[in-house]
């Protein structure tokens, strides 16, 4: 019996449907488009802190509704308190920056007197220093009028950063109301998974849950609690531009390429521009803060986190460019579930053995 064909009405109709769907889609996505970094953010928050939830209402005899309301007002007096003021000392930062750029005003500073009275270097140190100085300050007299151009960059990531800490409190926000509907939430996407992957719509849930919580936690969070640590540091110090070195201290550490990079540089300005008291003391600290992540990323991640770095860095970049400051957070997290994903999935296909070629009769 042969099957039979489609009528030339049905096939208008089902195009019609399809097109119709398409549309519903698109003018969806259209309308959510604003909201994507906000609704990301406050999914990840919800991931990553939902542990906590569930402890503290059962803590509360089973009250997930007060429980939501507390964790909301712990982050954000996390958020409006010291990543506030982080924020904002990195906006004066960049700001002050890029205005010596867009004047041309800016210089390196010449070597300190006290270099000449350090045993057995300091003098070579103090001329070596001096005549770098020389060449860099006619170098960058040349080259300042082309940087030029990146000073509006930077005033424009600037004015993002506004923008990028409104959103991330609205986030928080709507994390709070997440929290008591997070068996709901799972069964929906597990529902979801399983319309796409029904044989590992179990697994894969569970590893990007896992993977969200290892990023938020091990590296955003890690790399946040340094970087105020490291803004703390820098601001008893009086160091010039603190905030903007302790947001270079946050890309570092998210990155994974380590604090070490500005708190090196930073306590070698100590030893040269403050007392030995404050030296010592501001050393002890900042070597603390360097090694912090070696303390916290193990008790935090649960797992080893195998993404590679390059993922997270590109992630970094492309989340920034794509939705601001708040991607810078959101691309590596959401890189990382890609990717933890794509592998999982690759090593079940390759577990799974080639079917049999039938053989002729």
Do not use: C
């Not at 600037?158 to 069964?187: E, I, K, R």
């Not at 935090?300 to 590679?308: F, H």
């Amino acid at each position: 019996m042969k099957p039979l064909r489609p009528s030339a009405e049905d096939v208008i109709q089902i195009v019609i449907r399809l097109g119709l769907l398409a549309l519903l889609i698109m003018w969806t996505f259209v309308i959510i488009r604003p909201f994507v970094p906000i609704l990301a953010w406050s999914g990840v928050l919800a991931v990553a802190f939902y542990p906590a939830f569930s402890w503290l209402a059962k803590l509360l005899g089973g009250r997930p509704k007060t429980a939501a309301v507390i964790l909301t007002l712990i982050t954000l007096g996390i958020v409006i308190g010291p990543a506030t003021w982080l924020g904002i000392s990195a906006v004066e930062g960049v700001k002050d920056l890029a205005g010596k750029i867009g004047t041309g005003d800016l210089a390196l500073q010449s070597a300190p007197e006290q270099i000449k009275t350090w045993p057995l270097v300091g003098p070579w140190l103090f001329d070596l220093w001096n005549e770098v100085y020389s060449n860099l300050r006619s170098t960058l007299q040349e080259v300042v009028p082309y940087l030029k151009p990146l000073a509006g960059t930077m005033l424009s990531l600037a004015g993002d950063a506004g923008v990028g800490t409104l959103q991330f409190l609205v986030s928080v926000f709507v994390a709070g109301f997440l929290f008591p509907f997070g068996p709901q939430l799972v069964v929906a996407a597990r529902g979801f998974l399983f319309r796409i992957i029904p044989e590992q719509s179990e697994h894969f849930m569970g590893l990007a849950g896992a993977t969200i919580r290892a990023v938020a936690q091990g590296v955003i969070g890690v790399a946040v609690i340094q970087a105020l640590l490291a803004g703390v540091g820098f601001k008893l110090a009086a160091l010039p531009s603190a905030g903007l070195l302790a947001f270079i201290v946050l890309l570092l550490s998210i990155v994974q390429i380590g604090a070490f990079l500005v708190l090196a540089p930073v306590i070698i300005w100590l030893w040269m521009y403050r007392d030995f008291t404050t030296a010592l003391l501001l050393t002890i600290f900042l070597v603390f803060v360097g090694f912090i992540d070696s303390i916290l990323k193990p008790i935090l991640m649960g797992r080893g986190l195998t993404t590679p770095t390059l993922v997270i860095l590109i992630g970094v970049i492309g989340g920034t460019l794509a939705h601001g400051i708040i991607g810078l957070f959101i691309g590596p997290i959401v890189l990382a579930v890609a990717w933890e994903i794509a592998v999982a999935w690759i090593r079940i296909e390759r577990r799974v053995p080639a079917p049999k070629p039938a053989l002729d009769t």
